[in-house]
């Protein structure tokens, strides 16, 4: 009696070895390149996102401690209370001494500010025309405290009298001063109040103190012979040893104002940036929402295509079918098809994400920080997006009979 022959798919099945089962999603991508372009465009757009909106705010956070750093995060600043229904007590003339006395304070400066002395090029300008700048009277240690640097010039002497003034960076673009040197060898000459004042100063941005930028400073003796100035400061900066700002910011109202220690608040500058980066955090939150959104429209292209895939190629499955493919064969190509689409869509992203996080920065001159958990969230997300989105026409390429298969082609 001879024993039948075996039945074609009756015999123990060939496994796919996994560089033939990369080369079966390989084939299918480099055969339509175009449609496989388009395919992993929305993922190549949402990955992008998410590394710019995550590589942007890292540089910038990175740029703003660097700042802080050569800035120091140590500076504390004092004024009278305002609010709460109770009187406009004044600080005492001496606040800044006062501060100064403090064992931990390494140097203090004090602003007063003269709100209704006008600043302008000549007489024939309107009093009320002071674009936008701002007359201040200093006096103590300004180098150390305020720890600007200056583009031009020096800062005024605070114990002089002499009509001197030094302008922040944004007074002198509104003020049109650019060069300390005039034609006649004199320097430019600004009308404050009734007194002419020679500039002598022109400092760079601060951004630990962005108010001093639209500040014209003049010194303390000045403002006080010349400009009617009180004598009162508004506000005392002072710097101390980092590790005991606490105890300085706790008994500086007390110090500085001995009977009336609740008119005093004391804040430190460096809090209001690290708000900021605060705010550019909720931002990036709102981004990597429609970043998700990207990869979300991606990943339905990606599953449109693959469908689409799969009924363009019945014959091909019903082939393979009926040569032996097993269901799980069938349904790791077309995985395999679909994470390969979207992997190549994840890496052009990655690169395209990186190119404009790195021209951001060189633009703002921030140094170019790209999160390690971004670039690997953002291939891993893509891996994740394509496996999902392969899985619905996966399947339903599995479950094609060869019958039914080579039946419809």
């Given at each position: 009696?001879?024993?039948p022959p075996?039945?074609?798919?009756?015999?123990?099945r060939?496994?796919?070895?996994p560089?033939?089962v990369?080369?079966?999603?390989?084939?299918?991508?480099?055969?339509?390149?175009?449609?496989?372009?388009?395919?992993?465009?929305g993922?190549?757009?949402?990955?992008?996102?998410?590394i710019?909106?995550?590589?942007?705010?890292?540089?910038?956070?990175?740029a703003?401690?660097?700042?802080l750093?050569?800035?120091?995060?140590?500076?504390?600043k004092?004024?009278k209370?305002?609010?709460?229904?109770g009187?406009?007590?004044?600080?005492?003339?001496?606040?800044?001494?006062?501060?100064a006395?403090?064992?931990?304070?390494?140097?203090?400066?004090a602003?007063?500010?003269?709100?209704?002395?006008?600043i302008?090029?000549?007489?024939e300008?309107?009093?009320?025309?002071t674009?936008?700048?701002?007359?201040?009277?200093a006096?103590?240690?300004?180098?150390s405290?305020f720890q600007?640097?200056l583009?031009?010039?020096?800062?005024?002497?605070?114990d002089?009298?002499?009509?001197t003034v030094t302008?922040?960076?944004?007074a002198?673009?509104?003020?049109?001063i650019?060069?300390?040197?005039?034609r006649d060898g004199?320097g430019?000459?600004?009308?404050?109040?009734?007194?002419?004042?020679?500039v002598?100063g022109?400092?760079?941005?601060?951004?630990?103190?962005p108010?001093?930028?639209?500040?014209a400073?003049?010194?303390?003796?000045?403002?006080?012979?010349?400009?009617?100035?009180?004598g009162h400061p508004d506000?005392?900066y002072?710097?101390?040893?980092?590790?005991q700002?606490?105890?300085?910011r706790?008994?500086?109202?007390a110090t500085?104002n001995?009977?009336n220690?609740?008119?005093?608040?004391v804040?430190?500058p460096?809090?209001a940036?690290a708000?900021?980066?605060?705010t550019?955090?909720?931002?990036?939150s709102?981004?990597?929402?429609?970043?998700?959104v990207?990869?979300?429209?991606g990943?339905?292209g990606?599953?449109?295509?693959?469908?689409?895939?799969?009924?363009?190629?019945?014959?091909?499955?019903?082939?393979?079918?009926?040569?032996?493919?097993?269901?799980g064969?069938?349904r790791?190509?077309?995985?395999?098809?679909?994470?390969?689409?979207?992997?190549l869509g994840?890496?052009?992203?990655?690169v395209?994400?990186?190119?404009g996080v790195a021209?951001w920065a060189l633009?703002?001159?921030?140094p170019?920080?790209?999160?390690l958990?971004?670039?690997?969230g953002?291939?891993?997300s893509?891996?994740?997006?394509?496996?999902?989105?392969?899985?619905?026409?996966?399947?339903?390429?599995a479950?094609?009979t060869?019958t039914e298969a080579?039946?419809?082609?």
């Amino acid at each position: 009696m001879t024993t039948p022959p075996p039945r074609p798919g009756a015999g123990p099945r060939a496994r796919l070895a996994p560089r033939d089962v990369l080369a079966l999603g390989v084939l299918r991508v480099r055969s339509s390149p175009v449609r496989a372009m388009l395919s992993a465009l929305g993922i190549c757009i949402g990955v992008a996102t998410m590394i710019v909106v995550v590589g942007i705010p890292a540089s910038s956070k990175k740029a703003l401690e660097n700042d802080l750093a050569s800035l120091g995060t140590n500076m504390l600043k004092v004024e009278k209370a305002t609010g709460g229904g109770g009187p406009d007590i004044p600080l005492p003339e001496k606040a800044d001494a006062m501060t100064a006395r403090i064992g931990p304070v390494s140097s203090a400066a004090a602003l007063g500010k003269l709100p209704s002395t006008p600043i302008r090029r000549n007489a024939e300008v309107d009093q009320g025309d002071t674009s936008g700048v701002s007359v201040v009277a200093a006096r103590g240690d300004l180098t150390s405290t305020f720890q600007a640097d200056l583009y031009a010039g020096h800062l005024p002497t605070p114990d002089s009298a002499l009509p001197t003034v030094t302008l922040g960076s944004d007074a002198a673009h509104s003020l049109g001063i650019t060069d300390l040197t005039a034609r006649d060898g004199t320097g430019p000459q600004l009308l404050i109040g009734d007194a002419w004042y020679t500039v002598t100063g022109i400092l760079r941005a601060v951004p630990l103190l962005p108010e001093l930028d639209s500040m014209a400073i003049v010194g303390w003796r000045s403002a006080t012979q010349q400009l009617a100035f009180s004598g009162h400061p508004d506000t005392v900066y002072l710097r101390a040893t980092e590790s005991q700002l606490a105890d300085v910011r706790a008994i500086a109202p007390a110090t500085v104002n001995p009977q009336n220690p609740e008119a005093v608040t004391v804040s430190r500058p460096s809090d209001a940036l690290a708000a900021k980066q605060l705010t550019d955090t909720a931002f990036s939150s709102l981004f990597l929402g429609l970043a998700a959104v990207a990869l979300f429209v991606g990943g339905v292209g990606v599953a449109n295509t693959m469908i689409v895939s799969v009924l363009e190629r019945r014959t091909e499955i019903g082939l393979r079918r009926a040569l032996g493919a097993a269901r799980g064969q069938i349904r790791i190509q077309f995985l395999t098809e679909s994470v390969l689409l979207c992997l190549l869509g994840g890496a052009a992203g990655l690169v395209l994400g990186t190119a404009g996080v790195a021209g951001w920065a060189l633009a703002q001159d921030w140094p170019a920080v790209l999160p390690l958990p971004a670039a690997l969230g953002g291939l891993g997300s893509a891996v994740v997006v394509g496996a999902l989105a392969g899985l619905y026409p996966a399947t339903r390429a599995a479950a094609l009979t060869p019958t039914e298969a080579l039946a419809s082609a």
